[in-house]
């Protein structure tokens, strides 16, 4: 109830939005999926559900878990198809009521869009990053930065959308980081995905290892040094893999430092100074994740204000659970997945106005 006076009665209730329509992408298929899922459903809204057409067989064997679990008809459907053609579709439809999107910033542009121009949906988008992983000179255990930075980059062969592959790291220790990020790299040498001891599994299909590839000409093009890897491994039984590969003497302004490359990439950046750290990490059109290593509480503290991002791990990359929303600022989108703030998303408020006539 909202705090009316004694002559009125002010009632603000949440409703469901209606039919929502979630796109999902192909490297975290069924994480991404419950994110989504849950909450629409939980609000009270029936969901279509489209995965990416490289990962459909967990969104299909969901369905058919929920329906044996109870879930009435119609309330949860899985839609596969393209994107181009199917999730166009579903953006444009005047019955959807809202769209949930995680993927690319250019298809989540595309996709607001047609929204905007059907019934102006709502759209919850979380799209691309170039997520700074930001370490001043008092972070402390170096082994653990080291190897925590390269966690935060080549697991899941880099195909992760808060990845941290921009590392920069203060100038007094910046050699001796790089030196002990490039020994935790090397066991990451990616192998059979199905074999367990595999710490990195095959680049998602061969138009994206091209991609990466070609990220990785344009910075030795542009004057980037590389340290490690570099070029596709373990080509002869056609498969796409991609090693950890490893750039310093990375600036802002080279492409590597400003466009997503979706692999296990890393571009690693000095700077002198919090405010030098903060002005880079912020030079970005991404605002999905960073962090911050020191030992300075104040320090820590004061950075992450400053830090234009959706999320901010300090001491650590990429920590969290269904506690805490997830989202990003800027062109990383602007939903917010996980938590109790998720089931705003899927409801809309509404208001009633009750006049006491007998007062």
């Known amino acids: 109830m909202a705090p009316t006076g004694p002559d009125s009665l002010g009632l603000v209730t949440r409703e469901p939005l209606g039919v929502v329509a979630a796109l999902v992408p192909w490297n975290f298929p069924l994480m991404m999926a419950c994110w989504k899922i849950a909450p629409a459903l939980a609000a009270g809204n029936a969901v279509i559900l489209k995965p990416s057409e490289k990962s459909p067989l967990s969104a299909i064997r969901l369905a058919a878990l929920a329906r044996e679990a109870g879930l009435p008809d119609g309330i949860l459907q899985v839609l596969p198809g393209y994107g181009h053609t199917l999730g166009k579709a579903l953006a444009l439809h005047p019955e959807v009521d809202a769209l949930a999107f995680t993927g690319s910033t250019r298809v989540g542009k595309l996709l607001t869009q047609y929204a905007g121009e059907s019934n102006l949906k709502r759209t919850f988008m979380e799209c691309g990053g170039k997520s700074a992983n930001i370490v001043f000179a008092d972070a402390g255990d170096l082994d653990r930065v080291a190897r925590e930075a390269a966690q935060a980059i080549f697991y899941n062969q880099g195909e992760v959308c808060i990845a941290g ?33 595999s710490p990195m599994g095959a680049i998602v299909d061969a138009a994206q290892l091209d991609g990466i590839c070609g990220h990785v000409h344009k910075a030795l093009a542009q004057g980037a ?26 600036h802002n302004g080279m492409a590597l430092a400003r466009e997503e490359v979706f692999g296990p990439v890393l571009a690693v950046i000095g700077f002198d100074g919090a405010d030098e750290a903060v002005a880079i990490a912020n030079d970005s059109p991404y605002g999905l994740a960073a962090a911050v290593w020191t030992q300075n509480l104040d320090l820590a503290l004061t950075t992450a204000r400053r830090l234009e991002s959706g999320q901010v791990f300090v001491n650590n990359y990429a920590g969290g659970d269904m506690t805490v929303p997830f989202g990003g600022y ?30």
Not at 168 to 195: F, S, Y
Not at 350 to 359: D, E, F, V
């Open 165 to 197: 592959s921009r590392l920069l790291v203060e100038n007094t220790i910046k050699e001796e980081l790089v030196e002990r990020i490039l020994h935790h790299a090397r066991a990451w040498q990616p192998g059979h995905p199905l074999d367990p001891q």
């Open 225 to 250: 040094r590389l340290r490690l890897g570099g070029e596709p491994v373990l080509t002869d039984g056609g498969g796409c893999y991609f090693p950890p590969t490893v750039f310093d003497q990375v």
């Open 330 to 359: 800027k062109q990383s989108g602007n939903g917010r997945d996980r938590s109790l703030h998720s089931l705003a998303e899927y409801s809309q408020l509404k208001t009633t106005w009750i006049a006491l006539h007998g007062h």
